[in-house]
């Protein structure tokens, strides 16, 4: 398998290749160069495995020519053996119809684990094999710098950088990432939005001889192998459901628009998926654009969600390219455009083919408490502030006789103070975390700017080599 860049001005590369370079060199996303597509009888011979076996051969075709199945299906094992739940991503039905997947039994208590757990072995695999190391930079809305730093922590050949929106996460999602003291780990709090701490990383990957010098790699979903991870979770519902014999349609959360993307990619691998639902909270820049074809960038605004606190979906790009046919230099046009003017140039007729398959709702505070409420008091099923919009979306979008599965993204206790606003209680962490704010905490505060943000890095760098 090889993969080409939604710019079409980088180097065509194998799976292990793209897992280590995460963003292309000229600025653009990888994408597989032609999809793997399976007929009815693959997806029914899939039906019962055990999730890691699933995971693995679905994966499989993406990594072909690079990871043998057997290591793959090996790393697959040790990623989800740790998961609290023994069907590592359970169903379970709210409504007629209205079914929740649960993604937040992993170590950090959020879906980037599903992800994350498998990335963080098939780099040190990869690496092993080349006898090189990296330096992983990510920036995240609070989940995905968790996850990453609890996948890679200790592990010789990485090193971690991680940067997060200073006082914009909750205080669960912080100290998750802060009082992991090894080594080869730093967290920067930028004195900024998401958006900020991703314009950054962005730039250290475009600045060429830092990224060189630094060795820099990714671990956010501008990294294509985090998508090729996620599309297990949703082959699995479906298959649990009745595909391929019965259309299934998704309800996901969505900020960066990976997760949902990653959908659209077991769609694209011939899941029959009917309908793929955006739950966006009071930052709606994917609703306003699949409503009115407005991918206009607003001020972020912080939220009771603040994972979804994004206004650029990096990920939208990929989806973008294929909408375009593959046209490579129309999709850096309207992306550069869209960089320079804070409003994206999308064709009517793109636009189209995309609000055709995918549905947008949007929520702000209030009525996402509610809708926590609802759920609490209707289903007896306590959904954190994201889980409970996509599950909102869900509703509003499902149709007769189509099993609508929204995915629950996070456990309700990384949000204590929003599920005591909603429902009264703080519900608690697992016993593992009991004493996550007791730990002492390591972090330094950085302004926006490219040249203080390279500067730790390079710190952090020369410190871990050291």
């Not at 072995?121 to 730093?149: K, M, N, Y």
């Not at 200790?154 to 090894?182: C, F, N, W, Y």
């Not at 709606?284 to 009771?304: A, E, K, Y």
């Amino acid at each position: 398998m090889r993969y080409v860049s939604t710019r079409g001005q980088a180097p065509v590369r194998d799976f292990s290749s793209v897992l280590l370079a995460g963003l292309a060199e000229d600025g653009g996303l990888y994408l597989p160069e032609t999809w793997p597509v399976l007929t009815a009888e693959d997806w029914r011979a899939l039906r019962g495995l055990p999730y890691p076996e699933l995971a693995a051969r679905i994966i499989a075709p993406y990594a072909e020519g690079s990871i043998s199945f057997d290591v793959l299906l090996r790393l697959c094992r040790e990623a989800y053996a740790s998961f609290d739940h023994a069907a590592i991503v359970p169903l379970t039905q709210l409504e007629d119809g209205l079914f929740v997947q649960e993604l937040f039994h992993g170590p950090t208590l959020a879906f980037k684990d599903m992800a994350m757990q498998l990335l963080g072995r098939l780099f040190d695999h990869v690496l092993e094999q080349r006898d090189e190391h990296v330096t992983i930079v990510g920036a995240t809305s609070g989940d995905t710098g968790s996850a990453a730093i609890e996948a890679c922590r200790g592990r010789a050949r990485l090193k971690v950088v991680i940067l997060h929106p200073e006082g914009r996460t909750s205080d669960v999602q912080r100290r998750q990432m802060t009082t992991v003291l090894e080594p080869n780990v730093t967290n920067l709090a930028v004195q900024g939005t998401f958006d900020d701490c991703q314009d950054l990383v962005k730039a250290m990957f475009a600045d060429a001889p830092f990224r060189q010098d630094m060795r820099l790699s990714a671990v956010n979903s501008i990294n294509w192998a985090r998508i090729a991870a996620q599309i297990p979770y949703y082959v699995y519902a479906a298959l649990a459901l009745g595909a391929p014999d019965r259309e299934v349609s998704f309800a996901v959360p969505t900020g960066n628009f990976g997760n949902v993307l990653a959908a659209w990619a077991a769609r694209r691998m011939g899941l029959p998926i009917r309908a793929l639902c955006v739950g966006s909270n009071r930052n709606d820049i994917l609703t306003r654009f699949l409503h009115d074809n407005d991918m206009s960038v607003h001020g972020v605004v912080p939220s009771l969600s603040p994972s979804m606190d994004i206004q650029v979906s990096s990920n939208f790009e990929r989806l973008l390219f294929e909408l375009l046919n593959r046209d490579a230099a129309a999709c850096a046009r309207i992306m550069t455009g869209f960089r320079q003017t804070g409003r994206m140039d999308v064709p009517d007729a793109v636009w189209r083919q995309a609000a055709g398959l995918f549905h947008g709702l949007a929520l702000d505070d209030e009525a996402t408490k509610t809708e926590i409420r609802h759920l609490n008091d209707a289903s007896l099923y306590l959904a954190d502030p994201h889980s409970a919009i996509g599950i909102a979306a869900g509703r509003m979008f499902r149709e007769p006789g189509i099993p609508m599965v929204a995915m629950a993204t996070a456990h309700p206790a990384k949000f204590p103070d929003a599920m005591e606003q909603a429902t009264g209680t703080r519900p608690a962490l697992p016993k593992r975390l009991g004493d996550l704010f007791d730990r002492p905490e390591r972090y330094e505060v950085v302004p926006a700017r490219l040249e203080a943000v390279e500067d730790k890095v390079r710190a952090a760098v020369l410190k871990n080599f050291a």
